[in-house]
């Protein structure tokens, strides 16, 4: 009999000649289970996206109540649709004043597209302005705008434009300028390993943003929604961007993006041309229930606030000769290893024992340590117990 895996490698297009081939019936909470019933801890939260966990009750249960109104009514912008109201209403009810209008999409790709073209729109200007290793999405735009060569260049031409500075030189800011349109940056850096800022970094380029009439777009997209130890990283930067992109964990598993700005700024949307950004599926009903729901249980169930402790603690627990060296910031951990092989190794054996992990898109020999937020002190200390016995056995 043909089975999944052949019909999975022979009818879905593959992206690397060594997918993972995990085959999962069920996941819940922190953890996937497989055809075979074998348990996994998920320690990357299907990269940033379940921070409330797989399956989260109070999810599960707002979408069932919205697949007995409607799935689907009209394009992006033109019914008034609860969902997508209750969602943005308690969006911004979370952000600084200013962050005030949302606009609903897909995925965080696409955030990144409405965010540089909302931003070329309302200045006027094209350059735009990006960070090495850098990573964006992978549509045009946001190609466009990702600070790796390797992964860009066989994709040229690209949109015309983008200029690329260091991350944390703040030398390279006198870069930005009256002929650009916006700066974007992920307040720390996700794909290029767990990269800080370093202090008052991005205080420096708010200042000259400000003073040049540039936007300042963060991409939130990995950082936001708790992963960090504050809802939104920006917060412990003492910033405030002009757009906000989300996607990721907002939607509590489903798919959903959003970019927000203020009122005055997303208006210029509606003209020169009308609808300037057009999406059929953005702010699905279904999504935009579940993202109400995760984000009022992330509020009322007090995870974000519990995170720094859960650092603290796989920063107590992962001590072993061969980490180098346990970087990041709340629950968004790279762990650096000698190597790829070491990594790959690792990663195999720690497969084996019944955990997921991850390397970085631009950091091959550090892993990926990002857990549900809703992970407990005994997972914790079971999950960093069998990666101290893996790094043992590599
Ligand atoms: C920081 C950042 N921005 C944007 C994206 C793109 O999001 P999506 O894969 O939903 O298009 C990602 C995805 O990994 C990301 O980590």
Redesign the pocket.
Known sequence: MINERSLFLDYLAQTSDSPLMLEIEKAEGVFLFDIQGKKYFDLISG??VSNMGHRHPKVIRAISDQLDKYLYLMVYGEYVQSPQVKFANLLAEQLPPVLNNTYLV???????EGALKLAKRYTGRSEIVAFNN??????YG?LSVMGNEEFKNSFRPLVPGARFLEFGNFKDLDQISEHTACVII?PI???AGIVLPPKNYLKAIRDKCTETGTLLIL?????GFGRTGTLFAFEQFDIVPDII?F??GIGGGM?I?AFVSSREIMSVFKTDPVLGHITTFGGHPVSCAAAFANLQALLEEGWVDQVFAKEDLFRKLLVHKKIKKLRGKGLFLAMDMRDNKQVQDLIKILLDKGIIVDWF?FKDDSIRIAPPLIITIKQIEEACQLIIEALDQI
């Not at 850098?134 to 549509?139: D, E, K, L, V």
């Not at 991409?219 to 950082?223: G, L, Y």
């Open positions: 990269i940033s897909n995925s965080g790709s696409e955030a990144v850098a990573y964006h999405g992978s549509t946001a992920e850096q996700g794909e991409d939130e997209i990995q950082t992109c996607a990721k798919p993006g898109l």
